[in-house]
C-alpha cells in the first residue's frame, strides 16, 4: 500500500494534467459577471476613468485561454481600480 504522501503526489499531478476544474472557471466568469453589474449599477460612485480600467482588466480576465489565477488576478485589478476610482 502506498504512504499517505505519495497519494498526494499522485493526486496533484493528475490535477496539474487535467488542467483547472470548469467550476473554478466559472467562479471566475461569475466575478466577472458581478464587477460589471456592480459598474452598471452604481455607475455614478466612480469616475469614467477607473470604470474605463475596471473594464480593460475584466476584458482581459474574460480571455479564454486565460489560467484561472490570472482570470482571479485581472478581477481583484478591476476591483483595486473602482476602489481607487470612488467619488
Known sequence: MMPKTSWIVVLLASLSVL???PAL?????DKV???RE???KN???YTAEARA????HLVQAEVPSLKIADCQREVEKAKKAL???KK
Open 25 to 29: 472557471a466559472t467562479d471566475c466568469k
Open 33 to 35: 459577471k458581478e464587477v
Open 83 to 85: 476602489r481607487q476610482g
Open 19 to 21: 488542467g483547472p476544474t
Open 38 to 40: 456592480d459598474i452598471e
Open 43 to 45: 455607475r455614478n460612485d
Open 53 to 56: 480600467e475596471a473594464q480593460k
